[in-house]
Each structure stands twice: as structure tokens, then as C-alpha cells.
């Protein structure tokens, strides 16, 4: 099927940045959506950004300004710019692709650990 594989998680201080990616690999075939999720401790996992097959994006009003999603298609890859990081920004970073069409082609990654913190 499809294997997610993130990188770039760490730890960061405040008004830092940090750049995540996701590469991906098998059959890619439908995939329409890349994106990137986070969830942090006591909560539900949430959008961040997400990024279509034709460019479009979308971003979570919090992060809004701050961070960019990125897609190489040739290199099957996605990634997630992130600056001016604040604490709040603390969550475990998971890598989705999905086909909307094919519902049942959604797969995740395995999750990085990003901490914003002094």
C-alpha cells in the first residue's frame, strides 16, 4: 500500500522555526491530499494544514500565517514550513494522504514529536 515516513520534529524555542517532512512511498495512484494533523496532550488531533493534488491549501486558523504546506509530487513528498513556533504549537505532528475519492486509501504516518518550549 502507501508508507508514510516524518522527519524534522524536535524540540524549538519560541519564535523559532522548524520544517517538517513527510515521504511518501508505494502506490500513490488517487491520492489527492497531503497534509499534516497534530494533537497534543488531552486533545483531539486536529487539522494544520492540508494541501490538494492542483495546489489548493488550507490551514488551520491558528496557524494561519505562520506556517506552509508544501507538496513535491515527484518526489512524493509533503512538508510543513513552521515559524515564529509558540508553546501552544506543542503536539505530536502526524502526516496524512488521502484520496477523496477512494476513501479507504487514507494513511498516516507514524507521528513526530514537536515541543515549543524555553
Known amino acids: 500500500q502507501v508508507q508514510l515516513v516524518e522527519s524534522g520534529g524536535g524540540l524549538v524555542q519560541p519564535g523559532g522555526s522548524l520544517r517538517l517532512s513527510c515521504a511518501a512511498s508505494g502506490n500513490m495512484f488517487g491520492i489527492n491530499v497531503m497534509g499534516w494533523y497534530r494533537q497534543a496532550p488531552g486533545k483531539a488531533r486536529e487539522l494544520v494544514a492540508t494541501v490538494s493534488s492542483g495546489g489548493r491549501t488550507n490551514y488551520a486558523d491558528s496557524v494561519k500565517g505562520r506556517f506552509t504546506i508544501s507538496r513535491d509530487n515527484a518526489k512524493n513528498t509533503v512538508a510543513l514550513q513552521m515559524s515564529r513556533l509558540k508553546a501552544e504549537d506543542t503536539a505530536v505532528y502526524y502526516c496524512?494522504?488521502?484520496?477523496?475519492?477512494?476513501?479507504?486509501?487514507?494513511?498516516w504516518g507514524q507521528g513526530t514529536q514537536v515541543t515549543v518550549s524555553s
Open positions: 496524512n494522504i488521502r484520496s477523496v475519492i477512494d476513501k479507504t486509501r487514507n494513511y
